[in-house]
Each structure stands twice: as structure tokens, then as C-alpha cells.
């Protein structure tokens, strides 16, 4: 039995806890912003906060969560309206948009510690977020422009 | 800019017993007109959207519709795969024509239904250049109805209403009506006879052409509600994996899951049945896990302890191909096209350059790995799936499973990246036959993305070699290029060992070059996998070898790259290739006198290219510039690639510039995100993409061991070109050809910069 709040709701569960926090959320709460794209934390589409840190989903278990915050693409901003999720649309990021949540809340993550990154930061904060169309200039550039003094 | 909150891909939410229109544009609605023959207006240009399954449908009831409120439902009938054409650059040239606040237009997905909406396949770089006349002319023929409506209300002339911007007016008295009020009376009015219909103007477009849209679904996408065919979730789902043969074409010999049943969730086991080749896309087979969750199919599927019969591709080993493709360049192949005494020219040449070129099967590792899901109830079939091809996929899955078509409804959902992959719908299938085993529960199966690298349809392995001849003068005057490459109608065609003529046509018997004797040839290459095409197909390999052979040739002659790639181009000509051509000629499926191979495009786009980028600009120690230039889906492309090489070897971009000549084009914002994301992809192949087997056995499993690029090793800046256009120069691609000329113009990029030439591909560590 593991008690774990997402996105401010208490929930309880008594599943197989070697389940990935991913599976859970996806196949269980249908919380399916949060994507799955390698299961081995490899590639960031599953990212999500745990107590506020960026974390790949797909890698870690329920048994692990117990009286943890886990927050969501969904839980991030009541109305979509995050200023990255704003930057995310001002830049006109997206292609298909699958990795899109995984990216944002890597960024938001990043930016709520450091809110005045420097290039390298960015880079290393989104390195291990896998973008396949090839959208990491605007990612960039949207990054930048949600952060402090942009 | 503007951006919508998009209503959600209806089908999903619907019930499938409705009719066809009402499940796609919702109820209420007043749909604008009965029948609406296709049409060309005037000035319309030839495309091969005719040839294409189904063709085109112009009916704009299929099409547009408006509500009382004026609300304008566009359907989307394409896949929508992360180029925009689909769910927005479409949709748009219809609200452009129908003079529509684009605020008040919504997108819905129409499932697969080639009868009703005409080719639904998006493959090809085709989507605008087949349907910006169609679109624009259901655009203008509502635009007609809502004016002539208006009229009667009013008792007056025709000639005196307009429409615009969401509304009828009465020009000599400034009377208006919304087009939510005039949709009923619309609705009655005759369809316009097609000589009436008046085209909008270029200056009076809204949209077209103006980059001032966003893509419909990017509100959706950026708070997580888009939903992909991995995002599909029914009550009851059952979700499913599958073990498949490791070594294609092999078979389960003996599987025990005694193991499998004992994991908590795991309902049922079922073997799915291969194919013998040619299997087109047909399920691998193998045995399916069916659990109450992802977590315990995957865990059930690990338990299982199958026995696999390899069977005919048991030893392939790609060093060994490899060794086999090359010896089938080095001598003669199937002519595919000849033009004067080529041998002659090469034995009687002052000078003979020769170089091979290599690159290996790459994977398209789409973010999104395949899945779908399906559930058979009453002898009729739902299918939720991302597939590029959902007309073609619902027939298919319909005949394998013995049912009419009529009984199986596909749902599209978003495409999580395509790239060719989903053009081939084995998973829909694979769903569907799992269907008939879950006593009417729906069941999704769900690649992983070991599945995904190791049972893909691979962009092919290809040897080029070439050969130039050149006269005391320096002038190229023989020009021999033999290509082997597995090809991908071996999916279709028993034993297939040579290239079909869509292969033959991208980049290789068009080749744009003056040059007086020229001889192209294919090699033999059987296929030990499936192939597929993958974001513009044998073009990349072509222009790949052939446009790093012209640097190649420069340097050796002591030249400048761009004017010895401008000098082989020759002047401005249609080149003359289908009458050159010894096997069927393929020019993208379009008529060549609309899209001819037009040399005068192919030298401005280079022209172009090299002074956006500043060619010959002074750079930094160890960096290098690179040129490449290529015409593929009926586009000009030319790349200037700046590239960085430390003294370790590692490898860096710190600018791209890419002009594209894409005839008239619609969006011009999609059109950068397409060439950008080309980079991109480029330097991901040209980096890292190589799939290797072993034992009939891909080696490679996820990103750890199959890479590609990252944040940090992105191009820092691409800078896109668009050439401008008349509206009188027919549309063309966008979403491929921006790849073929990445990879040479970096090759040559890293030569300017190293002296090192790049002739296998990945790169690797070849420079360190």
C-alpha cells in the first residue's frame, strides 16, 4: 500500500510496487500528458516533478513514492498558463509534440532553481530530454525567453 | 500570432454507429452543400493527387461545414504528424478562401476513410501540393453559397455582397449578416457552377503565405491533452505486448508461459500468426502478453521462454553485406539510364577521380514507439491508432480479418513523429487480430522502444560508388554512379533484389549534371530485413554521395566547392532524364511538364544559399563550411552547413543556413520548423543513425546504443531561405527534402575543416 499525491490529490496504491510511477499514472490515474517514449530514462518524455525535482517517471517505482508530491504536465498550471507552457506558444516550439510535456517540465524544474540560466545551464538541464523532429532551437530559445531577465 | 484551445479529436469520443458526417463534424450542424463536382478553376496546375488511391474529394460538405453560431468545422483528413500541413495548413487555405476569423474555425480529425475524404495517405511531402487547389476551391464554393444566401435575404444582386471576415456584407448599403445566420439558407443554395467560382486573389489572402497561424493543436500539446495513439484509453482496456521473432522472418517453435500467467495482471496469452514474404506489413507474429496494465504485460513477456525457429535470415550479418554491396558497385549493375559512351568516355579520360560512399539501415525511433488499439464487438471493428496512412490501414486490417470495410471504423489520433515508420501499419494489424481474443474488451498493444529499433522498417544500407572522367581541360565529361541498396519492394514483390523506380527516381536517374556521357546503374542487394522508407528515402543516400563527390572532384582540381557543384549543374534547362531513362521513369508521382527538373532552379537555390550564409566568410581555426544542393519532392534545397572540429574530434554546428524553393508556398512558419527539425534529423544520421545485425539479430536496442542528436549537440542556429513565389508556380515539399543536402553539405563542411572525408557514414569516431 503506498499513499502518493499527484498533482494535490491524495491517492492510494496497492498494486504491484514495482510498477514504474509512469505505468501508474498513465494506465491507472489516465494522466497520459505524461508520455512514454524508452522506459529506461533515456530520453525525458516521462518527466514529471517529485517534490519539485525533474524526474524521469519510467525509472522509478511506486514503492519508492510513499508520502511523496508527484505533479504532472496536467498539475502544472490550472489553466495551461505556466510561463513556459506561455513561452512554449510564443515560440511556436512544437512539431508533434509528443516529447513537448516531458520538455516543459524539465524546463519549468530547472528554471523554479535557476531562474536566470546560462546556455550551458540550458543545455545541461535538457540534455536528456530526446526531441526526434529536431525542435531543440526554439526549445532553447523558449527556455530563454521564460527565464528571469529574458 | 494566435493560437486556439482545440476541441479533441472527436472520433476518439464518439460512438461509431453514427453516421459518417455526423461522427466527424457533430451534431447540429448545417452542412453547406450536397454536392460539389471536382473541379479546376483556370488557373489550376496538374498534380498527380489524381493517380493517387481515391484521389481527391472536393465535396465541401465533406469538408467545412458552419453552425448557427458560425462556428466553422474543417475536417482534417490527413495524418498529422508534426509538419503542420494537416490539422492546420490545410484547414487554413479553406478558411482563407472562405474568408473565415480564423478564431472561429475548428479542426476535427475524420477517421480513415479514403472513399469519403480521398487519399488519406501522407506520405511523400505531398499533402499542400495536392490539396492547396482543392482546399482553396471548397473554400471558395462556401465562400459563393454564404454570398448568394445573403442576397436573397436580401432581395438583391449577387454582385452587390461580399464575403469577409466571418461575414456577408451589402456593399452599397454596409448591411451585414454573420455566417452563422446565413448557414441554414447556405446549406440550400445551389452548389456554384464551377466556371463561377472566383479564386481569391494572392493580395487578399489572410493566412496563406503569412506564417501568422499556429498549429491547431499547440494549447493542447503544451498542457498535455493531445492524445496519441499510445494515449488511447477505453474502459476495460486490456494492454498487450508481443515477443517477436528476433531474426525476420523467423518463427515461434515451441513457447511455454507457465511463467507468464503466474504475474499478477496477466490475463491471456496469444501467439499471432506471421507471414511468409512478401508480408507487405503484416504482424511479425510472436507470442502477445494481454495483462490489466503496460507494467504487467512487459513483466509477463519477460517470463516467457519461447523457442524461436530463425529460420531463413538466421545468418546475416551486416559486415559481411556490407563486403557485398560494395563488390556489387564495382562492376557493371542494371543500366538505369545512359547517356552517350559512358566507358568509353571514363577509358579515354586525362583523369579519373573514383570514390564509395557507405551509409548503413537507420531506424526512424519516432518519440512516440507504435501502438494501437482495437475492439471487436458484434462483428464490428474500432480501430485508435497513430498511422500515416488511415484509409489504406482500415482497408488492410478489413480484409486480413475477413470483414467489409464498411465494419471497421479507424480512429486517427495525433502521430507522436512519423517519418515513414507509421506509414506501415503492422502494429493496427497486430492490434486488431488481438481483438478477436479479449471477448470484446478493447485491447491496445503497445510497442516498447526495444520494439522499435529492433522489428523497424529500416531506412536502407546503401554502397554508391562513383566515377568521374575528366578531359585534359579539367571539364567533367564522363560520369558513371552505380547505387546497391535493398530495396523496399521487397515488402511487396517476391525475391526483389533491385531497386523499383520510386528508389530510382529519388536522386539518382534524375541527376541534374551537365555532363555529356553519364551512365547510372544499379547492384543487386537482397533484403535481409524490412525496408522502409524513412524521411526522404533513397535521396539521402544519393545526394549524400553524390553532392560530396562534387566537393570531392573540386578539391582534387584545386576548385571551389559551390562552382564546381554550379558548373556540373550547368545552365538553366529542363533536364531531359525520362527520355534518358532505360527503366520506368518516376518523377514523385507527378506529371513532369508541372514539375520538370529545372536546372535554373537548382542554380539559384545554390546561388541563394551560398550568399544568405556568406560562403567563403573567414572563419575560426577548425571550423569549415560545406555546400550541398538537392532537388527532391519536386523542391530545390541547397544547405550550408558550419561545422566545428576540436582537436579531439568532437564535432559541433554552430550555424546552418537552408534555402528551400517549394514553388507557392502556404505556411511559412511550418516551413522553418520543417527545416530546422531537417537539421537536425541530418546530423542525427550523419552522427550516430546506424542499425547493425548480427546473427539476423539488430544489435542495437534503445538510445543508449542506437543515439541521436541531443539539446546540446543541436545545430545552434538554422537559418531558412523561402523563396518567393508566385502563386502560378505549383506547390511542392517541405517535409523531406530538407534532410538530403544536411548530411553532405556537413561532410564537406568537415573536410573544409579537417581534411578528413567522411565516406561511411555514422561519423562516429571517425575523426577523433
Known sequence: MVNVRVNGQEHTFDGDPSMPLLWYLRDELGLTGTKFGCGVALCGACTVHLDGDAIRSCGIAMSDLAGKSVVTIEGLDPKGEHPVQVAWRNVSVPQCGYCQAGQIMQAAALLAKTPAPTDKQIDDAMYGNICRCGCYQRIHTAVRAASKGA | ?768
Open chain 2, 1 to 768: 500570432m494566435t493560437y486556439q484551445r482545440n476541441q479533441q479529436n472527436v472520433a476518439i469520443a464518439n460512438v461509431s454507429r453514427r453516421g459518417m458526417l455526423k461522427s466527424v463534424a457533430g451534431a447540429g450542424v448545417f452542412v453547406l452543400a450536397a454536392q460539389f463536382p471536382a473541379v479546376r478553376a483556370a488557373k489550376a496546375y496538374a498534380t498527380g493527387a489524381d493517380k493517387m488511391p481515391h484521389g481527391v474529394v472536393t465535396n465541401p460538405h465533406i469538408f467545412v461545414s458552419i453552425d448557427k453560431d458560425g462556428i466553422v468545422t474543417i475536417v482534417a483528413s490527413r495524418a498529422e504528424m508534426g509538419n503542420g500541413a494537416a490539422r492546420t495548413s490545410l484547414p487554413m487555405i479553406v478558411a482563407d478562401e472562405l474568408d473565415a476569423d480564423w478564431s472561429r474555425v475548428r479542426v476535427v480529425q475524420s477517421p480513415g476513410d479514403e472513399e469519403t475524404y480521398g487519399n488519406q495517405d501522407t506520405d511523400g511531402s505531398r499533402s499542400v501540393r495536392h490539396f492547396i487547389q482543392p482546399m482553396r476551391q471548397v473554400g471558395a464554393g462556401a465562400r459563393k453559397m454564404l454570398e448568394n444566401a445573403a442576397a436573397k435575404r436580401w432581395g438583391v444582386n449577387a454582385n452587390e455582397v461580399v464575403a469577409k471576415f466571418h461575414e456577408v456584407v451589402h456593399t452599397p448599403t454596409g448591411k451585414k449578416l454573420g455566417y452563422g445566420e446565413l448557414a441554414a439558407d447556405a446549406a440550400a443554395e445551389p452548389v456554384p457552377a464551377p466556371e463561377t467560382l472566383h479564386l481569391k486573389d494572392p493580395s487578399a489572402f489572410r493566412y496563406i503565405g503569412k506564417g501568422n497561424i499556429t498549429i491547431v493543436d499547440l494549447f493542447d500539446i503544451t498542457t498535455g491533452r493531445a492524445a496519441y495513439g499510445q494515449d488511447v484509453r477505453l474502459p476495460g482496456t486490456l494492454y498487450a505486448v508481443v515477443a517477436r521473432p528476433p531474426v525476420f522472418l523467423g518463427k515461434v517453435a515451441s513457447y511455454d508461459a507457465t511463467a507468464t500467467m503466474k504475474v499478477p495482471g496477466v490475463v491471456k496469452v496469444v501467439a499471432i500468426d506471421g507471414s511468409p514474404p512478401p508480408a507487405a506489413f503484416a504482424p511479425l507474429g510472436g507470442i502477445a502478453v494481454i495483462a490489466k496494465n503496460t507494467w504487467a504485460a512487459m513483466k509477463g513477456r519477460e517470463a516467457l521462454k519461447i523457442v524461436w525457429d530463425d529460420g531463413p535470415n538466421a545468418s546475416f550479418d551486416s559486415v559481411a553485406y556490407k563486403a557485398s554491396l560494395e563488390e556489387n558497385v564495382r562492376k557493371p549493375g542494371r543500366m538505369e539510364r545512359n547517356e552517350g559512351d559512358t566507358d568509353a568516355a571514363l577509358k579515354s579520360a586525362a583523369k579519373v577521380i573514383t570514390a564509395e560512399y557507405y551509409s548503413p539501415h537507420i531506424a526512424h525511433a519516432t518519440m512516440e514507439p507504435p501502438a494501437a488499439t482495437a475492439r471487436m464487438a458484434d462483428g464490428k471493428l474500432e480501430v485508435w491508432t497513430s498511422t500515416q496512412s488511415p484509409g489504406g490501414a482500415r482497408d488492410d486490417i478489413a480484409k486480413r480479418l475477413g470483414l467489409d470495410p464498411k465494419n471497421v471504423v479507424l480512429h486517427e489520433m495525433l502521430l507522436g513523429g512519423g517519418f515513414g515508420r507509421k506509414s506501415k501499419w503492422d502494429f493496427a494489424l497486430e492490434a486488431a487480430v488481438l481483438s478477436k481474443a479479449t471477448d470484446g474488451a478493447p485491447v491496445k498493444v503497445v510497442w516498447t522502444r526495444e520494439d522499435d529499433i529492433q522489428h523497424g522498417f529500416y531506412h536502407t544500407v546503401t554502397a554508391e560508388r562513383l566515377e568521374a572522367g575528366l578531359d585534359k581541360d579539367n571539364k567533367v565529361v564522363a560520369w558513371r554512379h552505380r547505387s546497391a541498396a535493398p530495396s523496399l519492394f521487397a515488402n511487396f514483390v517476391p525475391d526483389n533484389k533491385l531497386p523499383g523506380f520510386i528508389e530510382l527516381g529519388m536522386g539518382f536517374v534524375d541527376t541534374p549534371f551537365n555532363v555529356p556521357n553519364i551512365r547510372l546503374e544499379s547492384g543487386e542487394a537482397q533484403s535481409h530485413v524490412r525496408v522502409g522508407w524513412f524521411r526522404s528515402v533513397n535521396n539521402v543516400a544519393h545526394a549524400w554521395a553524390i553532392q560530396s563527390f562534387v566537393a570531392e572532384i573540386a578539391h582534387q582540381l584545386g576548385r571551389d566547392p559551390k562552382d564546381m557543384l554550379l558548373e556540373l549543374i550547368g545552365p538553366a534547362r529542363i533536364v531531359d532524364a525520362p527520355k534518358k531513362a532505360t527503366t520506368e521513369w518516376w518523377d514523385y508521382g507527378e506529371p513532369y511538364d508541372t514539375y520538370p527538373v529545372d536546372t535554373g532552379r537548382l542554380r539559384r537555390i545554390t546561388e541563394l544559399v551560398a550568399e544568405k550564409a556568406g560562403w567563403g566568410r573567414k572563419l575560426p581555426a577548425g571550423h569549415g563550411l560545406g555546400i550541398a544542393a538537392h532537388r527532391s519532392f519536386v523542391s530545390y534545397i541547397a544547405t550550408v552547413v558550419e561545422v566545428a572540429v576540436d582537436n579531439k574530434g568532437n564535432l559541433s554546428v554552430p550555424r546552418v543556413d537552408t534555402a528551400i524553393d517549394c514553388g507557392f508556398y502556404v505556411n511559412p512558419e511550418r516551413i522553418r520548423s520543417q527545416i530546422e527539425g531537417a537539421a537536425v534529423m541530418g546530423l542525427s544520421l550523419a552522427k550516430y543513425g546506424e542499425i547493425t545485425l548480427k546473427n539476423g539479430r539488430v544489435e542495437q536496442s534503445n538510445f543508449n546504443d542506437y543515439q541521436v542528436v541531443r539539446h546540446d549537440e543541436s545545430p545552434a542556429v538554422t537559418n531558412t531561405h523561402i523563396v518567393e513565389n508566385g502563386i502560378d508556380v505549383p506547390a511542392s515539399g517541405v517535409g523531406e527534402p530538407g534532410v538530403p543536402p544536411f548530411t553532405p553539405a556537413l561532410c564537406n563542411a568537415i573536410f573544409a575543416a579537417t581534411g578528413k572525408r567522411i565516406r561511411r557514414l555514422p561519423i562516429g569516431n571517425q575523426l577523433a
